[in-house]
């Protein structure tokens, strides 16, 4: 009985001495943050804190006495309920471009010659509220009219930049510089095209190299002249080399880097307006049963070609042009890509071979050669070589924007 009381008694000891452990290390705990407990209903109860509304975007955070300051005012020219950080500026003076077209997201795989139905967004501006002299549309920000008066004078400052043409051992010489894979002075070209940010990279790649390495891929590659024609016209440049989706862009003899145009940033990609449909139920010319038994043929006739993602499809329309002679409907296997770079795709088809859009369907596209379709006559073959001195665009005639 004794060791029994013994051993009671020393795991009483024990468990008081745990308990008065656990109770003191909580006490600590609770002295060490206590110190550091900020109530958010005072703005000045801890040192060191303040509002982040009663700061000013120019004042230095790390300095103590900004911080300590418990009389400052806000400025007389900020507004109650604006915060310091906004994106509007009222001191600064908008940006002024001279360039005489109109500001895009994208200039190659667009049309603004056709006006949108309706938009997805409200026309908030992507160069943010006040930042260009340019109002935005809903999908572009037209050139003030002195400027578009002024494209004759655009032009010829554009060719004396470019100077005289290059010979040819200047262009063997930057062709061998700038053709290799490991360049520096490369810009991808995706499903985007040409695009307005894709503006000022090439100008910064101009301040230290006389040209610069653009690799095109995805749906853009399918009209190489269109994009051709948009990198000259947008940039001032000149292209002295094409193979195939690589494009040689050269900035000209006498640019200067400290008189580049002004081109401002776009911030953000706007949203893609809505536009009427691509494809109506019966096609036009033909009865409801005609277009059904044409879209039922197509899509189980056996696929002219598989695309993949982001490829390159610079003899795509040549393929077409050249099955269209022998069967009056075609299909092209389009799995894994993506929705909406495949009714690209189509669209362009349609434009450049010319033909009929019968239906998309589980990632396939049904095109019909029409009715008065001619097999013998002649279309220019796509060039590969780059000789041309210049570029058409193509205008997109059915959706004016494919972003």
């Known amino acids: 009985m004794k060791l029994v009381r013994l051993n009671m008694a020393t795991a009483g000891r024990g468990l008081r001495q745990q308990q008065t452990f656990h109770h003191n290390a909580l006490q600590s705990l609770f002295r060490t943050f206590s110190h550091n407990i900020v109530f958010w209903n005072d703005a000045h109860s801890g040192p060191g804190f303040q509002r982040c509304n009663d700061l000013k975007p120019s004042q230095n955070l790390s300095d103590p006495k900004t911080l300590n300051n418990k009389n400052h005012k806000k400025s007389s020219n900020e507004s109650p309920g604006q915060s310091p950080w906004s994106l509007e500026s009222k001191d600064k003076a908008p940006i002024i471009s001279s360039l005489p ?226 069967n009056e409907v075609l299909r092209i296997d389009c799995t894994g890509m993506e929705t909406s770079d495949y009714k690209k795709i189509g669209v362009k088809i349609r434009d450049l071979v010319p033909c009929v859009l019968l239906i998309f369907l589980d990632q396939q596209i049904v095109i019909w050669r029409g009715k008065n379709y001619d097999s013998t006559k002649a279309f220019p073959s796509e060039s590969l070589s780059g000789d041309k001195d210049s570029f058409s665009p193509h205008e997109t005639i059915g959706i004016p924007f494919l972003w």
Not at 135 to 145: E, F, I, L, Q, V
Not at 182 to 189: A, E, G, P, V
């Open 101 to 326: 077209f109109d500001f895009q997201y994208s200039y190659s795989e667009s049309n603004p010659n056709i006006a949108p139905i309706g938009f997805r967004e409200k026309k908030f501006s992507p160069f943010g509220p006040g930042r260009i002299d340019r109002s935005w549309t809903g999908w572009s920000a037209p050139a003030p009219a002195p400027f578009k008066d002024n494209a004759d004078e655009y032009k010829k400052r554009r060719q004396e930049i470019l100077g005289e043409p290059l010979t040819e051992a200047e262009i063997g010489e930057l062709v061998e510089r700038y053709s290799r894979g490991n360049c520096d002075s490369q810009i991808n070209l995706g499903r985007g095209g040409v695009t307005h940010n894709m503006l000022v990279d090439i100008h910064n790649h101009w301040k230290r190299a006389e040209a610069v390495r653009i690799k095109c891929l995805g749906v853009p590659t399918i009209d190489m002249d269109n994009v051709c024609f948009h990198l000259e016209d947008k940039t001032g440049g000149k292209i002295i080399s094409r193979r195939t989706n690589i494009l040689i862009l050269y900035r000209g003899r006498h640019y200067d880097p400290k008189q580049r145009p002004v081109i401002p940033l776009m911030l953000w990609r706007p949203h893609e307006p809505i536009y009427p449909r691509l494809i109506n139920n019966v096609v036009d010319g033909l009865t409801f049963e005609e277009t059904k038994d044409l879209r039922n043929r197509g899509l189980n006739a056996p696929a002219l070609t598989k695309l993949t993602q982001n490829g390159c499809y610079v003899r795509l329309v040549q393929k077409v042009r050249d099955a269209f002679v022998q």
